[in-house]
């Protein structure tokens, strides 16, 4: 029997706590050495650590194996978001360990195989983006120096080479603001790497490095001379790039102005299709070693890739791409594999619409599902449930067209009243330069299944749409996004999908940003929540790490000649402007967007006589970790939007918005 209940209110089988399970593993990457796939995975239950992983390809019995003992967190802190924190080849597993900073090694051939440190203990220097010599004399890597009461301009990233026998750390490039994915090529004594300098990112601008290099117990790793850049002064983001195995150099460019794959030809960049397709091949690199395809491991002419989302061959010879057979729809993380019989297997994460992430094994040359690695560890929900995003092309600002996925309530036990249309929540992705799909989601489903609508909203800036939507945000950032979430909402509710009374409006982080300068700025929204959102941007540009201390350079504009700016885009200052009740989730610990940042933002609308609650998490930084914080925040969402929009929640301890009811 259909109940009928108030939307925002219904009981779902999702629960706060089936959604602290571990995500997703990332840094997929095989070995052959060991025949085993390795990831690294967070684990709330235990203080949100980082694990690594271990299932084997060859054996079709047992589960994952976690390596690291209590006391080691597979984690690394360069450019503050982290992953690259590990490699493996040839046997010999090397990871960065967050609990020291120390950079440490697990020889897999072992039986029972223990962390030994290679680093000195030092919490300034980090490291990341691991590529190790197969004879196990190097590992190249990125290090990032810090110092105390240092400034982001003090801070020196590099490209240095730890001895494997000695621990000893070399330098073998610097100069430019940052580095990534140093790749040494398989049989030649080749390599490559990426370099950009402020005030890009490395989705803007990159420079992609190559030629030889030699080693001796000597002198160590040194470049060869020939070393240079292959792109200098093309305005591209080159990333990505990897040797195939006949030492081909591939990498992903967007100078077509989308992100398409390229390899080197006699010096020249070589596009492996006829002609540039008008889609993205890649996604905006925020963590290190990201992995959007891969060189088969039994074929140099072939790639495994993506084709928007979906898994594809691409065969380099005959300059064709092919999607393969199966029921997933969207792949993250691809690595490849030589199985036995000469079989090519394509290791990566996988869902679909309907489907939470598995990691799997795919047999190209069989064209099936090899084996699920790792079965997802979102609990299971009846299809019955299951709301499906929609992609919504929408009008907005200027006479442009931005897009968004919608999800409409779904419950097969409950039903709204009579007449009424359901609440809204706008989601907003991080970044801002990142994006949304409509990927099986049980944060989304989670809401849905309650009674809420959901817009997940790729703004303008976002990603997934090639190198001009990206650059809509251009010193519009502010603007563009508010507009178009603004106008998401609104396209929504004269379609007559949602309450045009019951619009809310939640982000992290860069999305928070969007979130607060949508309730100051414009008066649309009934409600906000940010997560660890910005309120003046003036504290961005002077507060944040390196890796974004320019971001707003190109998003906003020259800071601080152009602070003016700064301040006017800043919901700091136009707080009083805003209508609605607010609530701030934010992390003690958080460098990237600090607490200050949400608390100048809650004291004024306090003083202000405006409805604000804020709940300030002890040991957590940039996104909660920790189990019981993730599950507190999804509960204080629910309740809080049940009292602003008049519905009950029970079973929910909630806690004070002060000023309100507003007087």
């Keep these: 029997m259909v109940t009928t209940q108030a939307y925002g209110s219904w009981p779902s089988p999702l629960t706060p706590k089936d959604l602290t399970s571990a995500k997703a593993g990332r840094d997929v990457t095989v070995d052959a050495a060991t025949a085993s796939a390795?990831?690294?995975?967070?684990?709330?239950?235990?203080?949100?650590?980082?694990?690594?992983?271990?299932?084997?390809?060859?054996?079709?019995?047992?589960?994952?194996?976690?390596?690291?003992?209590?006391?080691?967190?597979?984690?690394?802190r360069v450019h503050e978001y982290g992953s690259g924190e590990f490699s493996i080849n040839g046997g010999l597993l090397v990871f960065s360990n967050d609990t020291d900073g120390a950079v440490y090694t697990l020889d897999m051939r072992q039986e029972s195989p223990e962390p030994v440190r290679l680093t000195p203990v030092n919490r300034l220097l980090r490291y990341g983006d691991f590529c190790i010599d197969k004879e196990h004399r190097f590992v190249v890597c990125v290090?990032?120096?810090?110092?105390?009461?240092?400034?982001?301009?003090?801070?020196?990233?590099?490209?240095?080479?730890?001895?494997?026998?000695?621990?000893?750390?070399?330098?073998?490039?610097e100069g430019a603001d940052f580095y990534a994915s140093p790749?040494?090529?398989?049989?030649?004594?080749?390599?490559?790497?990426?370099?950009w300098v402020h005030p890009n990112m490395p989705w803007d601008f990159t420079q992609l490095s190559y030629g030889s290099f030699t080693y001796s117990e000597e002198d160590s790793f040194v470049l060869g001379k020939d070393v240079q850049i292959l792109n200098p002064g093309v305005d591209e983001s080159v990333i990505q790039p990897e040797f195939g195995v006949d030492d081909t150099l591939y990498f992903v460019s967007d100078r077509s102005g989308f992100w398409n794959l390229y390899r080197l030809t006699n010096g020249q960049f070589d596009l492996l299709l006829e002609a540039p397709l008008e889609q993205d091949f890649a996604a905006s690199p925020w963590g290190l070693n990201m992995r959007f395809y891969m060189p088969f491991k039994t074929d140099a002419t072939k790639l495994a890739c993506t084709n928007k989302g979906k898994l594809a061959v691409l065969d380099v010879q005959a300059k064709t791409l092919t999607d393969v057979p199966t029921d997933y729809t969207l792949f993250s993380y691809?690595?490849?594999?030589?199985?036995?019989?000469?079989?090519?297997l394509i290791v990566a994460n996988a869902c679909s619409t309907t489907r939470p992430t598995d990691l799997i094994a795919y047999d190209a040359t069989q064209k099936a599902v090899f084996r699920v690695l790792k079965p997802t560890s979102d609990p299971s929900l009846d299809p019955a449930y299951i709301s499906i995003g929609e992609e919504v092309a929408f009008p907005t600002t200027d006479g442009l067209t931005a897009y968004c996925y919608f999800y409409a309530p779904k419950n097969p036990d409950f039903r709204g009243p009579a007449g009424q249309l359901p609440p809204l929540r706008v989601m907003l992705h991080g970044g801002p330069t990142a994006h949304a799909t409509n990927a099986y989601s049980s944060t989304i489903q989670?809401?849905?299944?309650?009674?809420?609508?959901?817009a997940d909203v790729n703004y303008g800036g976002s990603d997934g749409y090639g190198r001009e939507y990206r650059n809509r945000l251009i010193r519009k950032w502010g603007i563009v996004d508010v507009d178009d979430c603004?106008?998401?909402?609104?396209?929504?509710?004269?379609?007559?999908?949602?309450?045009?009374e019951k619009l809310s409006i939640e982000g992290g982080s860069a999305g928070g940003y969007t979130t607060l300068a949508a309730i100051a700025f414009r008066d649309v929204f009934k409600a906000g929540i940010s997560l660890y959102g910005i309120s003046d941007m003036n504290l961005l540009a002077a507060e944040t790490h390196k890796f974004e201390s320019r971001y707003t350079d190109r998003l906003v504009g020259e800071y601080p000649a152009e602070k003016a700016i700064y301040?006017?885009?800043?919901p700091i200052h136009k707080a009083d402007n805003i209508k609605c009740p607010v609530i701030f989730f934010q992390g003690e610990e958080d460098k990237v967007v600090p607490p200050s940042q949400a608390e100048i933002?809650?004291?004024?609308?306090?003083?202000?006589?405006?409805?604000?609650a804020y709940v300030l998490y002890p040991g957590e930084g940039h996104g909660f970790r920790r189990a019981e914080n993730i599950a507190r925040t999804l509960e204080l969402q629910q309740w809080f939007l049940g009292q602003i929009f008049g519905f009950e929640v029970d079973g929910i301890e909630g806690v004070p918005i002060d000023n309100f009811p507003p007087k």
Excluded at 47 to 74: K, T
Excluded at 151 to 168: A, C, M, T, Y
Excluded at 446 to 454: D, E, K, L, V
Excluded at 487 to 500: E, F, I
């Design 38 to 76: 390795y990831w690294v995975q967070v684990v709330p239950a235990e203080d949100g650590r980082g694990q690594v992983f271990q299932r084997s390809l060859a054996q079709q019995d047992g589960e994952p194996r976690a390596l690291l003992p209590l006391g080691y967190n597979c984690r690394t």
């Design 183 to 195: 790749r040494i090529a398989n049989h030649s004594q080749s390599v490559a790497f990426l370099s």
């Design 143 to 173: 290090q990032e120096e810090h110092f105390e009461n240092e400034e982001p301009k003090d801070v020196i990233n590099r490209l240095v080479v730890i001895q494997l026998d000695s621990g000893k750390v070399k330098t073998v490039a």
């Design 334 to 344: 691809i690595a490849t594999y030589a199985g036995e019989g000469n079989c090519e």
């Design 567 to 570: 301040d006017e885009r800043s």
């Design 601 to 612: 933002m809650v004291n004024t609308m306090r003083e202000k006589g405006l409805p604000v």
């Design 446 to 454: 989670y809401w849905t299944s309650r009674g809420f609508a959901i």
């Design 486 to 500: 603004c106008n998401a909402a609104l396209y929504l509710a004269d379609q007559g999908r949602v309450d045009r």
